[in-house]
């Protein structure tokens, strides 16, 4: 056991930390019902990688750091997409989705098919690999990690009152528009450095999955923030333990718990439920 | 001298329709005046001016006797908006956290909230007779419940002027009364000013100084004696014609086309 972490100890801090940042971002966006903009984002994020490795490949000597760069870049300016199109159709806002997703795809699609012949790993952004981290992505992790922690923990109060009710907010003085701007560079930034250990095909559900558990048993915000954590780092455990045990792809395991704990307290809760209620109608 | 509102000839149409014309109206420190006007008679309009979330097209406000332009204490005015709680009904906030955000305009960025803020918000929630239910969910609340939450909220900042659009729509006999009671205590205690938009006429006269009846004019602006003894010719100014004033024997007043 002792002997797994070590060998596993990269994968485990970014776990740790991207198994903290996910649901924390995940719960601003389930409120904001835009639970599919992490499917979006993601997208973006990969056709950024394509990008990059494209321009890497044809330009020899271009300098690229590190293609999360690129795939950040582009999750941001597709966050900042939906929140256009959001304010453009205020009655469809949900209408963003479907038409970035489809261009995020599309864009994917093209610039990986462009690369033919040069030898790129889609697969690994398409469901990464946390067993196969290591140090560099751990510093990039850790960076992102502790930017968006350290934003959240001084806006929080921001964030929320925006969240729940943005009119309001802007009338007591609190800039609504910054915020919100914050709020999406953060969600960008999340999506991208998360792409890289899970993948973009399941960054989405790690930032969903969880919020959704909690959300069953939550009455306030602050519970739900702190719940949504703890599903996702045990999922993440969990997932991780058993994807080196027997020996299989380290995101879908993740996910399949998360999505395991959300249907075990679903059913506890309803189960729980239908004895209250019989309880009740003995009397 | 000392108004915490004041109009000047203000006009406001939306795209082509012209919803307000030529409005004067003050309201001073410490006093109470009542809205009211049929559907659609641009009171939340009027509102909305002066909260700044819309410009007038002409004409002048002053908040404070600031010009609204160059007025920056909004901590001063609480807020209670006629949608107030239209929100996302699977909101997960508790009652606690959504009257905090009544302080956090106040408080500036980067703060956290205190022993101080949080005895202050129990004092919000226990003023608008929500005591013990700090911790509920504020979608599984009645429609009253809700809209005595937003109340707290607007009221835990402790404005000197408090805006109200109408803001006992849902709410029982019984706590109407109370709210009522609650107003003009903090009016007497703390000389908050309020401003109240209610379609409830008799209710409004029974308790404000100041009664000032819109459609999409002002029709009639001055003391609630005034207005009682033109009532039946104001109303059917206000409401167009053939409109009798029924009075009922437990006080309320009814208005029939
Ligand atoms: N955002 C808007 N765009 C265009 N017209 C609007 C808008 N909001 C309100 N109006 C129009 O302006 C007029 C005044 O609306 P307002 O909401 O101020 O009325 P109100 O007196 O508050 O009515 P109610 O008693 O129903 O709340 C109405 O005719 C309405 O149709
Ligand atoms: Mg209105």
């Known amino acids: 056991m ?25 719960t601003f966006i389930v409120v904001r019902r835009l639970s599919v903009i992490g499917e979006v984002l993601s997208n973006m994020s990969l056709s950024g990688v394509a990008l990059g490795s494209l321009l890497g490949s044809i330009i020899p000597f271009s300098f690229v750091p590190t293609l999360q760069i690129y795939g950040t870049f582009f999750a941001i300016i597709g966050a900042l997409l939906v929140e256009w199109l959001r304010k453009r159709f205020p009655s469809f ?29 889609i697969q690994a952004y398409l469901f990464g690999n946390l067993l196969a981290v290591n140090k560099t ?10 930017v968006v922690l350290i934003i959240f923990l001084l806006l929080y109060k921001e964030f929320f009152a925006v969240t729940f009710d943005a009119e ?33 095909m399941l960054v989405s559900g790690l930032m969903v999955l969880p919020v959704a558990t909690s959300l069953l048993i939550s009455r306030g915000f602050k519970s739900l923030l702190l719940f949504s954590m703890l599903f996702s780092v045990t999922a993440i455990f969990i997932g991780l333990f058993f994807s080196y045990l027997f020996n299989l792809a380290t995101g879908g395991t993740i996910i399949l718990i998360s999505a395991l704990l959300f249907l075990s307290v679903l059913l506890i809760k309803k189960w729980g439920f239908q004895t209250s209620i019989a309880n009740s109608k003995s009397y | ?32 005046l009542g809205l009211i006007g049929p559907n659609g008679s641009g009171k939340s309009t009027l509102i909305k001016l002066i909260l700044g979330m819309q410009k007038p097209m002409e004409g002048e406000i002053e908040l404070f ?10 901590p001063k005015i609480g807020y209670v908006s006629q ?69 707290a909220r607007a009221i835990v900042s402790e404005p000197e002027l408090l805006i109200l659009d109408e803001p006992t729509v849902g709410v029982d006999g019984k706590s109407e009364s109370e709210f009522y009671q609650t107003l003009q205590k903090l009016q007497r205690e703390l000389h908050v000013s309020i401003l109240l938009v209610s379609h409830d006429i008799g209710a409004i006269t029974a308790h404000v100084d100041l009664v000032a009846c819109l459609n999409r004019k002002l029709f009639f602006y001055g003391k609630p004696m005034e207005f009682e003894l033109n009532q039946t010719q104001i109303m059917s100014e206000l409401y167009g014609q053939n409109i009798h004033v029924l009075k009922h024997n437990h006080g309320g007043i009814h208005y029939v086309k």
């Open chain 1, 2 to 26: 002792l002997e797994f972490i070590y060998e596993f100890r990269y994968a485990f801090a970014i776990s740790l930390i991207v198994g903290i940042i996910c649901p924390f971002v995940g």
């Open chain 1, 93 to 121: 806002s949900e209408i963003s989705i479907p038409i970035l997703l489809a261009f995020g795809m599309g864009l994917s699609v093209v610039l990986f098919s462009a690369m033919n012949g040069f030898n790129v790993n």
């Open chain 1, 137 to 146: 992505d751990l510093i990039t992790t850790l960076v992102i990690g502790c």
């Open chain 1, 168 to 200: 309001y907010s802007r009338l007591i003085g609190i800039p609504r528009r910054l915020i919100q701007f914050l709020l999406i560079i953060i969600i960008a930034l999340t999506i991208s450095v998360t792409v890289r250990s899970i993948g973009s």
């Open chain 2, 1 to 32: 001298m000392n108004a915490c509102i004041k109009l000047n000839s203000v006009s406001f149409k939306y795209d082509h329709s012209i919803v307000l014309e030529n409005i004067s109206l003050s309201l001073h420190k410490g006093e109470f």
């Open chain 2, 65 to 74: 006797d600031h010009p609204i332009k160059q007025f920056k204490e909004w």
């Open chain 2, 83 to 151: 949608k107030a709680n239209t929100f996302n009904g699977g909101f997960p906030a508790t009652v606690f956290e959504v009257v905090s955000t009544g302080l956090y305009g106040k408080m500036g960025i980067f703060k956290w909230l205190g022993k101080y803020e949080k005895e202050k918000i129990m004092e919000a929630i226990h003023l608008v007779g929500l005591s013990g239910y700090e911790k509920r969910n504020i979608g599984k609340l009645s429609g009253g419940q809700q809209q005595r939450v937003f109340i």
